[in-house]
């Protein structure tokens, strides 16, 4: 159970110690691990799991490349090197970014025990609230199969709100996909398809015991946080193993995707031994999922190979000096991904201040989206967020923010920074990237460059390093000289 601590103690870490923080949630009071089964557990035979043999050392297999993957990544998860890898693979060039989904690779591997299974159960494009959900009606789909959630109500940021209404606000904040949180619902609950719930199995409808994670907002919410710290930790190459109900360990299959990871992590975490065995299998999550929404393998790949980000300036005008507060750190939740930034305006006090000096837009491009706190600018001009790349601004104050609909250019006038949105010690802005609904690590393989400079991460959340040539940022969110950034070297792309 280590590596559940460890996940836990982390999301208390992040909660309490960050200078900002984009989730609404005030608390954080953790479900209790799942109790030691008294009794064997009887499920209907399961389709028998490949296996892998134990390679030799070095020995080259076949890979085909993933949604995502990195060369960093898949060192990581092949036991091997970036530079083995290359070797091996020489017509991928040093400073590819994200590999070609389909792309035939031969990979040095290094065999390690308690791999777990290879079956996937559904794509990365299924994952994310990207282009496969552009069109789906989350609320007419509960309402046409007329389960017990077609009648649910309850109240969730600051409303009564429908199921369906719970379920698109976390799939758009969190950015993952609604069909995935329904198929959850429906495999741990039958709420999609059965009339009747018991009162104690709503309050838990997830799975996870907890006293406050309770009713379908707060077990989504919780659930779609951990799911995203999986995914993106296996992105990263950071999540290689992980616990059972039991204490039994499981290292994911190096062929793995992260959609399958993410489930995998998540099922650890909320099942009994033999109740994950079957969620992982052929017959149980995918079979769901499939039933419900048609084959996922159909979906085409949301991140193509050898992605780039447009020329992007930093999001205040040059004219002012402002300072960098916040290395890569949660993009929404208080777990993974690392996606965001946090600049502060200039000022004479510290705290929650009205600011005047404005926050601008990082690049041509139509606000979509706003609400407490928060602003999204859809770079690619459909109106949808989940297709292209999105520009999500958090701590934007609500009073004379432009509003939703507006075309803006590069540089042009957003709103004003403030402490409005989630946790904040201070006035500043937090603002990430999306990709096709993928969250974009902030210093990951397509880094969040602006107007020239590049973060690096620190040792913990919040901290790093903007750099540009021999010239070098610290984050603080205690400005001093070492965090400014000074007019004069504030430049716009143009």
């Not at 990207?130 to 409303?159: C, H, M, N, R």
């Not at 077990?219 to 193993?241: H, I, K, M, P, V």
């Not at 393989?445 to 070098?472: A, C, M, N, Q, T």
Request: with cysteine; net charge negative.
């Amino acid at each position: 159970m280590q590596i559940r601590r460890l996940i836990y103690a982390l999301i208390m870490v992040v909660f309490f110690l960050g200078a900002c923080s984009p989730t609404t949630q005030p608390i954080m009071i953790l479900p209790t691990p799942a109790a030691d089964e008294e009794a064997v557990e009887v499920y209907p035979e399961i389709t028998p799991f490949p296996t892998r043999p134990a390679y030799s050392p070095g020995e080259l297999v076949e890979y085909t490349a993933q949604t995502g993957d990195t060369l960093d990544a898949l060192a990581v998860r092949f036991n091997t090197s970036v530079e083995e890898i290359l070797k091996a693979n020489s017509f991928i060039p040093e400073e590819a970014s994200t590999m070609p989904p389909g792309m035939p690779m031969q990979m040095p591997i290094y065999y390690r025990p308690l791999w777990g299974t290879p079956f996937q159960m559904i794509p990365d494009a299924a994952f994310v609230n990207g282009p496969d959900a552009v069109g789906f009606k989350t609320q007419d789909f509960i309402l046409q199969q007329d389960g017990w959630l077609s009648a649910y109500e309850a109240w969730a940021f600051s409303g009564t709100r429908t199921a369906g209404e719970i379920i698109d606000y976390i799939a758009l904040q969190y950015s993952v996909s609604p069909k995935l949180l329904l198929a959850l619902l429906e495999y741990q609950s039958n709420a999609i398809s059965s009339p009747m719930i018991d009162a104690v199995d709503e309050q838990h409808i997830i799975g996870f015991d907890s006293s406050y994670w309770t009713g379908v907002y707060r077990q989504l919410t919780f659930t779609a946080n951990l799911l995203n710290d999986a995914y993106y930790r296996w992105r990263d190459g950071d999540l290689s193993e992980f616990d059972l109900a039991d204490g039994s360990l499981v290292r994911p299959d190096p062929w793995q995707n992260a959609a399958t990871v993410a489930l995998q992590s998540l099922f650890a975490q909320i099942m009994t031994v033999a109740e994950y065995h079957y969620a992982v299998s052929p017959d149980g999550f995918s079979q769901t999922y499939q039933d419900m929404f048609g084959d996922p393998w159909l979906i085409e790949p949301h991140i193509p190979g050898s992605l780039t980000q447009p020329d992007f300036q930093f999001p205040f005008a040059p004219n002012h000096v402002w300072a960098f507060t916040g290395g890569p750190h949660t993009g929404w939740g208080s777990l993974a991904p690392w996606a965001a930034l946090d600049f502060a305006p200039p000022s004479e006090v510290a705290g929650c201040f009205p600011s005047s000096v404005p926050t601008t837009a990082v690049d041509d491009g139509l606000v979509v989206r706003d609400g407490p706190g928060f602003l999204v600018l859809d770079l690619d001009g459909d109106g949808d967020e989940r297709t292209g790349w999105a520009i999500f601004y958090l701590h934007i104050a609500n009073a004379d923010r432009v509003p939703v609909g507006t075309f803006v250019e590069r540089g042009d006038f957003l709103g004003y920074p403030s402490c409005e949105g989630g946790r904040s010690t201070g006035t500043h802005i937090h603002i990430a990237r999306k990709y096709n609904g993928e969250w974009m690590v902030a210093d990951g393989p397509v880094p969040f460059v602006l107007s020239g400079w590049r973060p690096i991460r620190g040792d913990r959340p919040y901290s790093g390093w903007l750099v540009k040539d021999e010239r070098v940022i610290v984050a603080n969110s205690n400005p001093d000289g070492r965090s400014m950034i000074p007019a004069e070297i504030v430049e716009r792309v143009d």
